[in-house]
């Protein structure tokens, strides 16, 4: 089981927040993040949910640059509780599979990076949908750096 598909079983569960933490300083994830945003078509006014928000840095940012209502939702407490510490009110903790929300209630709803842990994938993305979700699922290419000359081992990029 990978640590992020229960986080507060974890023996060190804000660890996991401090990964979280050291990786939206990363320039690729803060450009990779931006276009997540973009795609999101945010305008003053619209109210949004973020789906495995994990530390909710993402729907902060979102929340503060565009003046957006932003909910949202994550499995661990531990998360909730750095969501809440970002100043983020509408923090639920609930399963994806079934999200405690009506039909269409956001103007968006995004899952980033959320669908490789749950247990369900199918299911979660019919409720992410049904909320009018926009399902961002893939990672930023990463590459490998190029091996030393002489070296034979593949430097094949990929996503991470």
Not at 65 to 72: L, M
Not at 89 to 108: K, M, W
Not at 143 to 160: C, F, H, N, Q, V
Request: net charge negative; proline share 6%; hydrophobic share 40%.
């Amino acid at each position: 089981m990978h640590g992020f598909t229960d986080v507060d079983r974890h023996p060190d569960p804000n660890s996991w927040v401090a990964v979280l933490d050291r990786l939206t300083e990363e320039p690729f994830y803060q450009a990779y993040q931006q276009r997540v945003r973009e795609l999101l078509h945010p305008a003053p006014g619209r109210r949004y949910l973020e789906v495995g928000a994990g530390t909710g840095a993402s729907a902060a940012k979102l929340n503060d640059d565009h003046d957006v209502s932003v909910a949202t939702l994550d499995h661990a407490q531990t998360m909730s509780a750095a969501m809440r510490a970002r100043g983020l009110t509408q923090c639920a903790v609930a399963d994806a599979h079934h999200l405690p929300f009506l039909s269409s209630s956001f103007d968006g709803v995004w899952a980033d990076r959320t669908v490789r842990h749950l247990a369900d994938p199918h299911a979660a993305i019919k409720e992410i949908i049904t909320a009018n979700g926009v399902l961002l699922r893939s990672l930023p290419k990463v590459r490998k750096p190029e091996p030393a000359r002489g070296d034979r081992t593949s430097s094949a990029g990929g996503e991470a």
